[in-house]
């Protein structure tokens, strides 16, 4: 089954304990990104890959970091976690549809809590 | 970089009306421009999407129109389901180069259909 997957699915941290939420698809997509959603604010971009060693900032990276090293995998990490980083995140990853266009499959979610 | 204003935040219309929702984006150089819809607890899914060549698309109940010059697209939902209450996102991207795979949405509508 196609799919995006990720882990873990809930998380309650503590303030600066380093933490990491994997993401892996099976779709063979070059594209990978990662969001928050927060309320009000709909979805915004913190990373996003565009194939194996690639990758940009997307509009709120701060705090962020991820990797690509291999094209099914694309994990987030938070180094030193904060408070403002509770939210919901989600992992998704991206074909091409047409020359200019290309429908992202999200995973499921991962509701993190940082106290 | 994009800007994407998304109006109304919520939106309530009875079993059989239409429904419409409005995004204006800031950046000339977007060229690609999907509509996402969220059920609660769930994850995003792509329902449509229109590129910069297009000015109008449909599909069954559902059509998104484009504006280049003015700067804004509309989703339009006809004869709608009491299934179709959900959350509505916007979003541009940009065609080439590192454009392409960032993805900055709009802060979602809350569509609510009474039966």
């Known amino acids: 089954e196609a799919q995006v997957t990720q882990n873990p699915r809930y998380l309650i941290t503590v303030t600066g304990k380093k933490l990491t939420v994997t993401c892996s698809q099976n779709?063979?997509?070059?594209?990978m990104s990662w969001y928050r959603q927060d309320p009000g604010l709909g979805l915004r971009q913190i990373y996003y890959?565009?194939?194996?060693?690639?990758?940009d900032k997307g509009d709120v990276p701060e705090g962020y970091k991820v990797s690509r090293k291999e094209k099914r995998n694309f994990p987030l990490i938070l180094e030193s976690p904060s408070p403002n980083q509770t939210s919901l995140y989600f992992c998704?990853?991206?074909?091409?549809?047409?020359?200019?266009?290309?429908?992202?499959?999200f995973g499921p979610g991962t509701r993190l809590t940082v106290t | 970089g994009e800007n994407v204003e998304q109006h109304p935040s919520t939106l309530s219309v009875q079993e059989g009306d239409s429904a419409v929702i409005k995004c204006t984006y800031s950046?000339?150089?977007?060229?690609?421009f999907p509509w996402y819809k969220q059920e609660l607890g769930k994850r995003p899914q792509l329902i449509i999407d229109?590129?910069?060549?297009?000015g109008e698309k449909k599909d069954q109940r559902i059509a998104v129109t484009l504006n280049k010059t003015a700067k804004h697209f509309s989703l339009h939902i006809t004869e709608t389901q009491p299934e179709d209450s959900a959350v509505y996102f916007c979003?541009?991207?940009?065609?080439?180069?590192?454009?392409?795979?960032?993805?900055?949405f709009g802060q979602g509508t809350i569509l609510t259909v009474h039966p």
């Open positions: 229109i590129r910069s060549n297009v």
């Open positions: 998704a990853s991206s074909r091409r549809t047409g020359t200019a266009s290309y429908e992202q499959y």
């Open positions: 950046d000339s150089a977007s060229n690609y």
């Open positions: 779709m063979n997509h070059e594209y």
């Open positions: 890959s565009m194939n194996v060693e690639v990758t």
């Open positions: 979003a541009a991207s940009g065609a080439g180069g590192t454009s392409y795979g960032k993805l900055t």
